[in-house]
């Protein structure tokens, strides 16, 4: 089972499936905010899709990756660009309204979890339980996962350019 820490010092384990590079993404649905509750596919053929799974948006780190990856995927044609957390979609909506995000997707895993635990990104114990790591997964046209960064520490934010260079590596 795989790890992260919160604030450097607690070990948080990961539920569900893992899942890496070279895997078949699981197909899963997830909840949209915009359009209100229209259902939104993760996984799958025939796309190229930018995953970004955060704990909350409304937690500072969550806050300003959610908002770069927004202003990254304006230059990212082609690419499904989409954040997923437990957000409830009414409250995304909000924060969405507030931060301006309009070239991405941001979709909540509330309903069942199937997201975080197809792909292995539930935060299983600690203090967070039952939220979804900070992870990055690239899925290619083809299914099947290119890319994947787990940020060890959940408080800290991922590798922008890293993932961003996958993405654009899976065109």
Do not use: H
Not at 12 to 34: F, M, R, S
């Amino acid at each position: 089972m795989a790890t992260v820490t919160f604030k450097n010092d607690i070990v948080c384990n990961l539920g569900g499936t893992e899942i890496n590079v070279g895997d078949t993404a699981p197909v899963v649905t997830v909840v949209n905010c915009d359009p209100m509750l229209q259902d939104e596919q993760v996984g799958g053929e025939g796309k190229v899709q930018l995953v970004v799974a955060v704990p909350s948006l409304d937690t500072g780190v969550c806050d300003a990756e959610t908002r770069r990856f927004n202003t990254e995927a304006a230059s990212l044609e082609g690419v499904e660009v989409m954040t997923v957390s437990m957000d409830l979609p009414f409250a995304a909506a909000r924060w969405c309204g507030a931060a301006g995000i309009e070239n991405l997707k941001v979709c909540s895993d509330f309903r069942n979890k199937d997201f975080a635990n197809a792909y292995g990104v539930l935060l299983a114990d600690g203090p967070l339980a039952g939220v979804t790591a900070r992870v990055i997964f690239v899925i290619g046209k083809d299914g099947k996962v290119t890319y994947k960064q787990v940020v060890p520490e959940i408080t800290t934010e991922p590798n922008y350019e890293e993932a961003i260079e996958a993405a654009k590596a899976a065109l």
